[in-house]
């Protein structure tokens, strides 16, 4: 037998709970910092609940990019709240404690959202990419039945992966320890505690991150492709400037979701820390979700104008009742 695997069977465990020390040591910082979530989550959920308001009451608004547009905020909404809410009572607390279940349930859903989230923006270039290239036939073919297996399988990939990743993690035994060096059940850490040989879980990762998250990617860089070649041919500065207008937002998103991928996932072990590796999950859980319903509303015609449409609905309803 080999000192590791006597190493694992002498200290496998199954801990009961786990201890979340990775804010521990911003010490009197947590209440500054507590203020500073708390107003993030509350934005992000009037933001994102506010997006899927509007484009219920607006029929204007109900075309695949929009109908996309719902399923991407449930997901924005379903990430911060698996982890921003234990986040705030462990800023408040002296013990920052989580359950076994509770663990499982954090992981289970920040991959969840996460794969799924990556597929569903691979969808929606594909839908821009048809809506430039192939005008004429994009109602044929971005059909509700087109859109709703589009938006099925991005939930159905993250739903299963996330099932198979988290039974995977929690049926492995851990090494005795139950403080994890983080602030919500992140894989990277889990995994560092497991009493089993590191490379099934390096390769299973592997296979995740290259089919479900790089997978996408390329399909989003295809399809711009496609879409810059198109516009660039397009006659006039001012089509041009409306046919790149209607692509910026989902730019925006994309860039913003995989570049802050590429600095937790691909960073250089070397110059990372556990404090860095924290600042960028946040941005990941906390400050993401509450950007993105900025980011299609303050450049969108259509979401202002029907955001004026419903209040003006809403006080005209007022004034008559009144």
Known sequence: MTNFESYSAENQTIPDVFFLVGISYLNKLQILLFAVVLVTYLLTLFGNLL????????????????????????????CTTSVTPQLLVHLLVEEKTISLLGCAAQLYFFVLTGLATCCLLGGMAYDRYVAICHPLHYTTIMNSRVCALLA???????????IVHTVWIFSLPFCGSKYIPHYFCYTEPLQKMLCTDPWKNVIFGLSVLVLFVIGPFLLIVLSYIRIISTILKL????????????????LTVVTLLYGAALLSDLKLKSSSTPESDQLISLMHTVVTPMLNPIIYSLRNKEVKGAFRNTVGKAISSCSRRY
């Open 51 to 78: 997006i899927i308001l509007l484009i219920k009451l607006n029929p204007s608004l109900h075309t695949p990019m929009y109908f996309f547009l719902v399923n991407l905020s449930v997901l924005e909404i379903c």
């Open 152 to 162: 099925g399988a991005s939930w159905g990939i993250g739903i299963s992966v996330a």
């Open 235 to 250: 006659p006039s500065a001012e089509g041009r400037r409306k046919a790149f207008s209607t692509c910026s937002s989902h």
